[in-house]
């Protein structure tokens, strides 16, 4: 479990943390102002909305995209300099406790969890696409495709990076620091996930019963990088569910409005089949790199 106690070798008193908690704050903020000022020169005096396909249409699809993703880029690069320069920590540290970044570990889960993903979507379409009760419908348009595809490989792994260095990095190991426990490192840094993705328009479509899936999801994310010793796995999972959100299945109350190879037009449904979905998924994904990576039972883990 080194990976959780790196912080410790850096500057941690509560005056950096307190920086660099202001300084994301920031770096959000500025990253925001060009999509409100877009927005607020297209549509006067209408409130931005993730919700209005009519709007989103209007602003355009891929535009809106690009200025969602473009607040974590400022985050990342913000994030890792003041880590290096502020916290004096190793930029390896950050990442992984091994020798080098573990590229393999990342490649072989990323390209797992895009294919299950896929494979499941492609035999729901394959088997409802002839049928009354199709809800997903093939929507490959390559001059709106291969623009999307090519912003998502570049922006998606930054974004999902980013979110993997604030939530499995800063706060994780940040709380690990203070407080010597890792469950309760694990248990707050989830919460704080699920808080932060609680504006999501998953949230309203939804209801506010699946913040627990953020929650679940947040809490899995910490264990395999406590378990694994290095993010290199959670970065993989979280790069490839959003581009599988982007890239693959876009639908109309998600958070990403994407001309995606499918678009599904069925209703949002309920929040326990999506607690339900998440709990299932996460466990047999933990099964599966606990089996292949050998880690030590979760009872092992103060």
Known sequence: MQFIGNAKEGRRGVQFYAGGILLLLTLYILGSLPLLLLWERQFPAQELTLTDAHQIDQFGPLQLY?????????????????????????????????????WSRFFW???????????????????????????????????????????????IPIQATAEELIFRVYALQGLFAR????WLSMLLSAVFFATVHGSNPEIQALGPAIIFYYFLAGLFLALISV????????????????????AV???SWQVFHT????????????????????????????????????????????
Not at 67 to 72: D, I, K, N, V
Not at 84 to 97: A, D, G, M, P, W
Not at 129 to 150: C, G, M, R, V
């Open 66 to 102: 690009f200025w969602m993703l473009f607040p974590f880029v400022l985050i990342f690069f913000g994030l890792i300099l003041y880590l290096v320069k502020v916290h004096r920590r190793n930029i390896l540290s950050l990442f992984t406790s091994a020798k080098s970044f573990r």
């Open 249 to 251: 299945v876009s639908s």
């Open 179 to 182: 407080t010597g426990k890792v």
């Open 227 to 246: 378990q694994d010793n290095g993010i290199e796995l959670s970065m993989a999972y979280h790069t490839s569910n959003n581009l599988f959100s982007a």
């Open 259 to 302: 001309e995606a190879l499918w678009l599904d037009s069925s209703e949002p449904g309920s929040a326990s089949s999506y607690l339900i979905a998440g709990i299932l998924s996460f466990t047999f994904l933990y099964l599966i790199l606990a089996k292949k990576f050998n880690w030590n039972p979760i009872g092992a883990l103060r």
């Open 109 to 155: 889960f990323a390209c797992f969890v895009l294919l299950f993903q896929s494979l499941f979507t492609v035999l729901q379409w394959w088997v409802f696409s002839d049928t009354q009760n199709a809800t997903i419908y093939w929507n490959f348009e390559p001059n709106k495709f291969f623009p999307l595809l090519l912003l998502s490989l570049v922006l």
